[in-house]
């Protein structure tokens, strides 16, 4: 026999004894009645809905009580991982919204309970349905897996900008299910946490450095050694260029790539930190044009020398 067919037998026997149990007291209370005179079944009735009445009251107290706990512990979850980890929210809204799904389905089988509704059946139906809207919600369950793997390994945290099945940007949340991107661009982007955890995940903050590389192509016949001074001027005159004193980063580099078909490729190369990446980036193309030339460096057209022979 299979297990779905197990499966399928066990939630029938688990929904028989909920019937057989609920048949056993509508005939307890039918037996009660027989006999009685209308008084006697009016006081019956009376002081039955009387103590339904009290558990009733007694459940929806404890729901209340049990919520406004659920409220406390989230804020307090909270805030203990803000003093620890302040900086990585993605890991704080994952955890936040895991211990409130726990507590919120612990609460309603506390409350079925105090109603004196048996809550071993009702568990084991709840394991069945779970079970069975795992295996229609498989998407969903691997998602979940991924968001613990997440958690568990950290491949990045809140604020780190990162690129993942396609897209590039910074993680703004993180629950079980899914990671949200914001793009440069100002687009939001939420990514399944399954594909996530299963995919390669470029993160561009894990270190605090970051190495920026400018081609440059230049006119032949140009003095080599005076591109490659002028290159290493304009890095070091920033003061945002890190150089070897800094952890993970090294001096300016600058060196003659390749000898192309119209010009002669110069190749520059420094570390920044991250935060300044892209501003370095564009003030130093900014410079390269407006400098070299000036240095007698010019910068050729692409050219095609034809020959013609004539016979």
């Keep these: 026999m299979t297990p779905l067919n197990i499966n399928f037998l066990q939630d029938a026997a688990s929904a028989q004894a909920v019937a057989d149990t609920l048949l056993a007291k509508a005939d307890a209370a039918k037996a009660a009645l ?45 805030k203990s991982m803000f003093k620890r980890r302040s900086q990585d929210t993605a890991l704080i809204t994952f955890t936040e919204s895991l211990v409130s799904i726990v507590l919120w389905v612990l609460l309603i089988v506390i409350s079925i309970g105090a109603l004196g509704i048996n809550t071993t059946s009702i568990a084991a139906l709840l394991a069945a349905g779970g079970m069975a809207i795992g295996m229609a919600l498989s998407g969903t369950v691997q998602n979940f897996a991924g968001g613990i793997m997440l958690l568990v390994f950290k491949p990045f945290k809140s604020g780190d900008f990162i690129e993942a099945q396609g897209y590039t940007g910074t993680i703004t949340a993180m629950n079980i299910v899914s990671t949200t991107l914001l793009t440069p661009d100002n687009k939001t982007v939420i990514i399944p946490n399954g594909a996530l955890s299963n995919g390669n995940i470029t993160n561009y903050s894990a270190q605090g450095a970051r190495r920026l590389e400018w081609e440059v192509s230049v006119s032949y016949g140009i003095d080599g050694d005076k591109v490659i001074a002028e290159l290493l001027n304009i890095l070091k005159s920033d003061s945002r260029i890190l150089d070897a004193s800094t952890p993970g980063a090294a001096d300016p580099f600058a060196g003659l790539k390749a000898m192309a078909d119209s010009s002669v490729v110069y190749v520059a190369r420094a570390w920044v930190p991250k935060e300044v990446y892209w501003n370095v980036f564009f003030d130093i193309n900014s410079k390269i044009y407006s400098v070299l030339p000036k240095k007698g460096i010019s910068f050729p057209f692409p050219q095609m020398d034809v020959h013609i022979k004539q016979d």
């Design 34 to 78: 027989e006999g009685k005179s209308p008084d006697e079944i009016l006081h019956t009735i009376t002081e039955a809905a009387v103590h339904f009445g009290l558990k009733l009251l007694a459940a929806l107290a404890i729901f209340a009580v049990g919520a406004w706990l659920i409220k406390m512990i989230r804020k307090g979850v909270r």
